[in-house]
């Protein structure tokens, strides 16, 4: 072999042997430099190069050499927020982001907030919400997200949540989609949660166990009736008859007569014969169940006193609750209960005060999806007040462990299956008004 070539590599090994004594660092060059390429030597001799043992080098006490150095972790103080800020549910988004602005302190110009909001815009769509997870996850590396999602969305964001593993608190109506992984949480009085409330108070309450239900034929009312019919049952009711109707009509005269068996037509042939002698609609069930949107309902009660459908409770869900319930034949809902998250003037000191608060920073009162938002920031606080929560996984052992946390809503615990368990508002329909009742 070429002596000068022999000479280089003795050359190089000394070279590296005072690197690594000398405990210097060594900067890796992204692109290598070239070296052009030696020919190799005609011999029958191989020159052996002496073995140059390195000395072993030992890391500091408690950390990690950097090629073994954990990934970086998330910004613990960054909320992500998935929002439809744009398009149909435009409002729902930018509500929603009031009240977590507000929860997170932002306005509070006393008291510095070392919370950072970052909301992207899902525009309602589920493209939408993949790019917004992924942005959020990676780029912003959030700790957590709030999402305000419907159906098609809420699954979606299950799906993101695993890919990206971070954790989702999804205020969402949605059923079961904490099931996809163990990443999702839900903050939503769900309806299963709504008709066991409504059943319970019903049986105890309102001494009735007899129902009928008159439900619009599409998804919603159809599950509403398979809940309603498990949950009465569970607590020993019954459904006599369920009764679907068109959920575009206006005229409910054949629905009416069906659910009451016939009785209104055979009173108004009796009361035709003998107008004297009135006789009364007969009912063989105690509380009527109306799964249907507030404006429906008015319709139907208005429809039922005509036909002197009276006497019995109307009971129904958080559809019902709107502003707009009582400006035009309210009188026919007197003493009809429904159950929902939320309720303006309830009776806990936690609603009042956020409703106060709410009103003083935007100049209008609350609604569900403000409230459902302002408090589960509040739980997200609540957990990272733990200094010792550094990574997603732990921020999701945190959330697991709350328990009873009182806030604008009611109680709120998260139990194994990440479903929020939550304290339903029944509300009352007494003298044209709404009151909380349990």
Known sequence: MNPSRILAKISILLLIFFLVCCGKVVTVVEKPIPVPAVPEAKTEKEVQLPEVKLPEIKPAEGKLPAFLAPAALPDRNAIGCVLPLSGRYGNYGSNSLDAILLAAGIFDEKHKTPWRIIAEDSHGMPEGVKAAVAHLAKAQNVIAIIAVAG?????????????????????????????????????????????????????????????????????????????????????????????????????????????????????????????????????????LFIPDSYQRVKMIAAQLAFYDVKGIPLLGTSLWNSPDLFRKDAEYLEGAVFADSFFVNGFYPETNDFVDIFYTAYSREPENIEALSYDTMGIIIRVLKDKNIQTREQFITGLQQVENYKGATGNTSFSGDRAAGKTAFILKVKDGKLEQVK
């Open 151 to 287: 159906t098609a969305e809420a699954i979606e964001i299950a799906h993101e949540a695993d890919k990206w593993k971070i954790p989702i608190i999804l205020i969402t109506p949605k059923e079961g989609v904490t099931s996809a992984n163990d990443y999702v949480f839900q903050h939503f009085l769900t309806p299963t949660q709504q008709i066991k409330a409504l059943t319970k108070y019903a049986l105890n309450d309102l001494n009735c166990a007899i129902f009928s239900i008159l439900y619009p034929q599409d998804d919603y009312g159809v599950e509403m009736v398979k809940i309603f019919r498990a949950e009465a049952a569970s607590l020993g009711g019954k459904v006599e008859r369920a009764i679907p109707y068109n959920k575009t009509q206006t005229d409910f005269t054949e629905e009416i007569n069906k659910v009451t068996k016939n009785s209104v037509s055979a009173a108004k042939k009796a009361n035709a014969d003998k107008p004297e002698n009135r006789v009364q609609v007969s009912l063989d069930f105690e509380a």
